[in-house]
């Protein structure tokens, strides 16, 4: 049996310690869910400091750091998704520009964003590796349209404060559209997203066109809308046709 080294186990637990309910945490807070000692936390934290795994926060405390966002990414994208709707993307940001965005869903409602391309610059917000709220992002609501009401009530209970009755229903009308629209991420861009599904219908992740809200009508955005649509099609059928998705 390979030697344990206890240090990268006691590192690792720190990392596990940081979820959405403690995204900011202090080293006596760090030491009481760990039940790692606090001087041993805080030579842990400040080491994880310069591996970028964690960030130190000006006003105290750290989080997770971009390091555990890029090696959570390739984790993600084993299933091949960003490989499959690669050039599907590039063939949209050709044909109606703006800013086209690939996210993966992950459990109890949070987005990774896997892949960008960016036909006109400042439309796109998150880059790769950023996690957000599904509910906030055309991406997230996309995927979250495939769920049950409970299972969406279960999920939103992560994230207080949102109107659950009015986020339900645009669920309910973006699934029977096939594409969700959001004006969330800033108040000049508007995104539309179709979800993207594995072989047995399950929720993989979603894919996104944004576009300068001056020029978003009706008429373009159901265009847009039927576009991101076929996309997200295409995608689940490249994924299917791959095998990648076990």
């Not at 080294?5 to 990392?15: D, H, Q, S, T």
């Not at 987005?111 to 036909?119: Q, S």
């Amino acid at each position: 049996m390979a030697e344990r080294v206890e240090a990268v186990l006691k590192a690792a637990k720190v990392l596990r310690s940081f979820d959405p309910q403690h995204r900011i945490m202090t080293v006596r807070e760090v030491s009481a869910r760990t039940g790692i000692p606090r001087s041993t936390c805080h030579a842990l934290c400040s080491t994880l400091v310069e591996a970028r795994m964690l960030e130190a926060m000006p006003e105290g405390g750290y989080r997770l750091g971009p390091a555990v966002a890029w090696l959570g990414a390739q984790v993600l994208e084993r299933i091949g998704l960003a490989e499959a709707a690669t050039r599907t993307m590039e063939d949209l940001a050709r044909q109606f520009g703006g800013g086209v965005q690939l996210g993966q869903y992950v459990a109890k409602g949070w987005i990774v964003y896997l892949h960008h391309v960016e036909h006109d610059r400042g439309l796109i917000r998150h880059r790769f590796g950023s996690r957000v709220p599904a509910y906030r992002t055309a991406c997230g609501r996309a995927a979250m349209s495939r769920f049950e009401p409970l299972e969406v009530a279960d999920i939103m209970t992560l994230h207080p404060g949102v109107d659950l009755d009015l986020l339900l229903r645009d669920l309910t009308l973006a699934r029977e559209r096939g594409f969700a629209i959001s004006d969330t991420s800033s108040p000049q861009v508007r995104s539309v997203a179709a979800c993207i599904l594995d072989p047995d219908g399950s929720v993989v992740g979603a894919v996104s066109i944004a576009q300068r809200k001056s020029v978003m009508n009706e008429r373009r955005t159901l265009a847009l809308g039927n576009a991101i649509r076929s996309a997200a099609q295409e995608i689940s059928q490249r994924l299917a046709t791959r095998g990648r998705i076990g």
